[in-house]
């Protein structure tokens, strides 16, 4: 009940702490440049959004529409990068900076393993695959393709 009881504080707090965090840096740099700072931190927010959480936010749609839960646990790394981009997307110094730490793949991969997530283990090996449960798929014969034997050689020699 305690862990409870301090995320519902630190919640209630962030308000207070993010017109703080607002007030010192405008103090240091200046108030337009600290409105300017916060205002780009807002619509990089949009941009990890919408292009790097997009394919996630698709893949959350469908999972919810079937009722499947557990799939959303599959790319922790997604939903840490929709979490960083609505870190973002909110007005505060505190909350932009916790969004760009997250966005760092590092910093990330720790996220997901204290949140019990899993993370992809190699985004680039993983990009093209399409994970399909086996009543989900059948094999089709491409007539276009033909019947290669394996001794045949193509013309260029390999």
Known sequence: MTLLRGLILAV???PLLEIAAFALVAAAIG????FAL???L????ALVIRYGGAAH???????????????????????????AGILLLV???????IGLLMLIVPLRRLAARAAGLRPAA?????????????EDWRQVPDP????????ERRDDGR
Do not use: M
């Open 31 to 34: 108030l337009g440049l600290a």
């Open 38 to 40: 916060i205002v780009a």
């Open 91 to 97: 007005p505060g110094f505190i909350t932009g900076a």
């Open 12 to 14: 209630l707090a962030l």
């Open 42 to 45: 807002s619509v990089l927010g």
């Open 57 to 83: 936010i698709s893949r959350v749609r469908v999972a919810l529409g079937e009722n499947r839960l557990s799939a959303l646990q599959a790319d922790g790394s997604g939903v840490l990068t929709v979490i």
């Open 144 to 151: 276009q393709l033909g019947r290669r034997d394996a001794t």
């Open 122 to 134: 190699d985004r680039a090996a993983n990009d093209n695959v399409v994970d399909l449960a086996p």
